[in-house]
């Protein structure tokens, strides 16, 4: 089926580990962007990345890195974890090439537990 | 500044019934959209209606309507006949226009709850 692929879909770290969260579409979306969202509250934008070779920082972006690895997959890295990141995390793409300009397609999230 | 303020952190409705779930705006630019997302206990971000700042009319989608009024900055989500399956958060958020980024801007969300 079309549309954003996450994984993992579950994590659990201990404070300082890092790990990368996966994305991928298969839309042909130019642009992809991170999100987390923590209980209660709505979607905080991490990183985005408007085309291909580009990425630029959100609201959120301290202790997060990013990788367009090319038009498909955009990689968001953890490099040391704090249990301040604990949270879910959403990948998201929109654009493609065609007449749509406004759809944008979400992942259905991983779910990260700092400890 | 909040972009995207959602004032009613939690509704109750009987089933059946309308309910108007509220979402104010910030923005200088002209050109933007307005979205609105359900996410149910499941987590997924379900896609509901769309109103751009220049469409002449009010969105509609089915149940859904969007009640926008641009000169107070408002676009309220209307659902109608409400049905237990409605009941999840449900986030307002804006797309500002122009070049470069595209991404949402999203409000803090309402629970909504309906009761049979």
């Known amino acids: 089926n079309a549309g954003v692929t996450q994984t993992p879909k579950f994590q659990v770290l201990k404070t300082g580990q890092s790990m990368t969260l996966q994305c991928a579409q298969d839309m042909n979306h130019n642009s992809m962007y991170w999100y987390r969202q923590d209980p209660g509250m709505g979607l905080r934008l991490i990183y985005y990345s408007a085309s291909e070779g580009t990425t630029d920082k959100g609201e959120v972006p301290n202790g997060y890195n990013v990788s367009r690895l090319n038009k498909r997959e955009f990689s968001l890295r953890l490099e040391s974890a704090a249990p301040s990141q604990t949270s879910v995390y959403f990948c998201?793409?929109?654009?493609?090439?065609?007449?749509?300009?406004?759809?944008?397609?979400f992942g259905s999230g991983t779910r990260l537990t700092v400890v | 500044a909040q972009k995207i303020t959602q004032t009613q952190p939690g509704m109750f409705v009987q089933e059946k019934e309308a309910v108007t779930l509220d979402c104010t705006y910030d923005t200088s630019d002209p050109s933007y959209g307005l979205f609105w997302y359900k996410q149910p206990s499941s987590g997924e971000m379900i896609f509901l209606i769309y109103?751009?700042?220049?469409?002449?009319q009010n969105a509609t989608e089915g149940r859904y309507s969007l009640n926008f009024q641009k000169a107070r900055k408002s676009a309220n989500l209307v659902i109608s006949a409400s049905q237990l399956g409605d009941s999840a958060m449900y986030f307002c958020a804006m797309r500002e226009g122009g070049t470069g980024r595209r991404a949402l801007t999203f409000g803090s969300g309402t629970r909504l709850q309906v009761q049979p």
């Open positions: 109103q751009g700042s220049y469409d002449q």
């Open positions: 998201a793409s929109s654009e493609g090439p065609g007449p749509t300009v406004y759809g944008y397609t």
